[in-house]
């Protein structure tokens, strides 16, 4: 197995490329659709860069998988779906997070049951994904559908689990829950630790250079916010702290809209324009 990493500069975010040497299967993890915020306009530099990737190395893309419905960026899953095919698997929770945002956004071609996505992935189930399997390991805290997935020695956990001098993900987001991550940290420290971990982000604090892999042990030995010997008390309420300090995430509106549907754009209304929502009030007072 292989895995190459692609940076997103603008939104600090990691996308996978994971691959078998053998067969050429492929799976790719959190692409990002580009959004410009001023022009609302998307581009898709960045899928097409994971596209021409897996062209050049003859690799077979069998599956988009997706850590959780980001609230920091648009997903590029459904470019990478329209030009391969490729199926786009999420955690099932995600279910709760389509009926919370379905009272916020009003998208009529918003589902609740999962839809658009391909496959939802129960907590514990091993997919194949062509010769790669993928097991699932359900990590929320971050949001309640967040999932980590193990591909052989290496996992990938989204916005649960950071590089150590980086902590774990914020759980201020809507029915988000430190004591839920706490408890899916302590799933993946139960691992061994030599298991590498890759992240989604890195923020690179202090700015040093970028950095995403680590190992379980590095992270139960060193994390910031969050070791092996951490309790459950002292977690939350560190956790809890941070997140009152933090600002929303610039494209979260933009992202969530369209995030929650697998990627997929609002339809055009009857002028023929797209739009995204902005709801007043929400985060604060409107």
């Known amino acids: 197995m292989k895995i190459q990493e692609f940076y997103d500069t603008p939104t600090f975010t990691l996308t996978y490329v994971v691959w078998d040497e053998?067969?050429?299967?492929?799976?790719v993890i959190d692409p990002v659709l580009d959004f410009d915020p001023l022009a609302v306009?998307?581009?898709?530099?960045?899928?097409?860069?994971?596209l021409k990737f897996l062209d050049e190395h003859k690799l077979t893309l069998r599956a988009v998988l997706e850590t959780h419905a980001h609230a920091d960026h648009l997903t590029g899953a459904q470019v990478l779906h329209e030009k391969t095919g490729a199926p786009i698997a999420i955690g099932a929770s995600i279910t709760g997070v389509q009926a919370f945002f379905r009272g916020?956004?009003?998208r009529e071609d918003a589902a609740i049951d999962g839809q658009p996505f391909d496959h939802l992935l129960q907590d514990g189930e091993t997919w194949n994904a062509g010769s790669l399997a993928v097991h699932a390991i359900a990590t929320p805290g971050h949001t309640p559908a967040c999932m980590t997935y193990q591909i052989g020695d290496a996992l990938f956990t989204g916005d649960?689990?950071?590089?150590p001098d980086q902590g774990t993900g914020r759980c201020d987001f809507p029915n988000g829950s430190a004591a839920q991550l706490f408890a899916s940290i302590q799933k993946l420290y139960a691992l061994p630790d030599a298991t590498r971990v890759f992240v989604g982000h890195d923020y690179q604090p202090g700015g040093r250079?970028?950095?995403?892999?680590?190992?379980i042990g590095a992270s139960k030995s060193h994390n910031v916010q969050l070791r092996g010997d951490?309790?459950?008390?002292?977690?939350i309420a560190s956790r809890t702290a941070r997140d009152a300090t933090l600002a929303p995430p610039k494209l979260i509106f933009q992202s969530l809209q369209v995030n929650m549907v697998a990627g997929k754009l609002p339809p055009p209304d009857k002028n023929g324009l797209r739009y995204l929502t902005l709801p007043m009030g929400v985060l604060g007072a409107a």
Do not use: K, Q, Y
């Open 209 to 215: 250079a970028l950095a995403f892999e680590t190992t």
């Open 104 to 106: 916020i956004f009003p």
């Open 160 to 163: 649960a689990l950071f590089m």
């Open 22 to 27: 053998t067969t050429g299967d492929a799976v």
């Open 230 to 235: 951490t309790t459950r008390d002292g977690f």
């Open 41 to 50: 306009r998307t581009s898709t530099a960045s899928a097409e860069a994971v």
